[in-house]
């Protein structure tokens, strides 16, 4: 059973930045970030292969934010730049089996309680 716990996130002003963290434990998988905004789907961020090598980003956020990890502390980040405010939703961590480009979530089996994160323009 894997455990994931997040950290960061808040309110930011439109242009600023924000760190999220997962703390993982129970095994290492390949580790994604999703959010949901009110009244819409949730959907794919970032993605991050068990050795850090491969990573994928949505279109709208690549060049802005950044997935991490440190597999020797079982943590991933999400390093979010030049926030927009349609980047405001809940963020949730998510470890996986297999690393894609654009994942649905049921392609991953844990998750994280979820992080608000709030970008005012």
């Known amino acids: 059973q894997v455990h994931l716990v997040e950290s960061g996130g808040g309110l930011v002003q439109a242009g600023g930045s924000l760190r999220l963290s997962c703390a993982a434990s129970?095994?290492?998988?390949?580790m994604g970030w999703f959010r949901q905004a009110p009244g819409k789907e949730r959907e794919f961020v970032a993605a991050?292969?068990?050795?850090?090598?491969?990573?994928y980003y949505r279109d709208s956020v690549k060049g802005r934010f950044t997935i991490s990890r440190d597999n020797a502390k079982n943590t991933v980040a999400l390093q979010m730049n030049s926030l927009k405010p349609e980047d405001t939703a809940i963020y949730y961590c998510?470890?996986?089996?297999?690393?894609?480009?654009?994942?649905?979530?049921?392609?991953?089996?844990?998750w994280g309680q979820g992080s608000q994160v709030t970008v005012s323009s």
């Open positions: 998510a470890a996986g089996r297999v690393v894609t480009s654009n994942p649905r979530p049921d392609e991953y089996d844990y």
């Open positions: 129970g095994g290492t998988y390949i």
């Open positions: 991050m292969s068990r050795n850090g090598v491969i990573t």
